[in-house]
């Protein structure tokens, strides 16, 4: 076992990282877009608690507040899905350029490290496709 790969090890270590690379930045701009529609939820349920609109319906605020809290729920939990996703990611990663620089096998544990972040982000869309469809539903009640 050598602890200096060659130049060509390096390359082909670099070239097998690229693609869960691209998966981390993907990971990274979706969690981005999460926690952007989670603040603008959180702010919207905020200006419903804080300044009720005079001669509103009761019944159509507290609708209002529960639909923004099942949603902010649910932005949550995508987010805590994709952040997972992104660590799962990171790991094989990890894994991959430290057995790959100590020239070991790797390939027992990075299919699981990917399948792991697979369905953590598949997850993660899942919970906002359902926030998208509460969103959308909201649209109706205008």
């Known amino acids: 076992m050598t602890f200096i790969p060659s130049p060509q090890g ?18 990274a701009a979706f969690v981005s877009v999460l926690m952007n529609r989670l603040g603008a939820t959180i702010d919207r349920l905020r200006k419903v608690v804080q300044e009720p609109v005079s001669g509103a319906d009761p019944v159509r605020v507290e609708r209002e507040v529960q639909h923004l809290k099942r949603r902010a729920v649910l ?10 996703a992104a660590l799962a990611t990171t790991f094989l990663l990890m894994v991959m350029v430290v057995t790959g620089y100590f020239g070991l096998r790797h390939a027992f544990g990075a299919p699981f490290l990917f399948a792991a972040a697979s369905v953590l982000l598949s997850l ?13 539903g909201e649209i109706d009640q205008i």
């Open 10 to 27: 390096l390359s082909e270590i670099f070239r097998e990282a690229s693609a869960p690379a691209f998966l981390l930045a993907g990971v």
């Open 75 to 84: 932005l949550h939990q995508a987010t805590l899905l994709a952040l997972l």
């Open 124 to 136: 993660a869309l899942f919970r906002f496709a359902q926030e998208i469809r509460i969103a959308l």
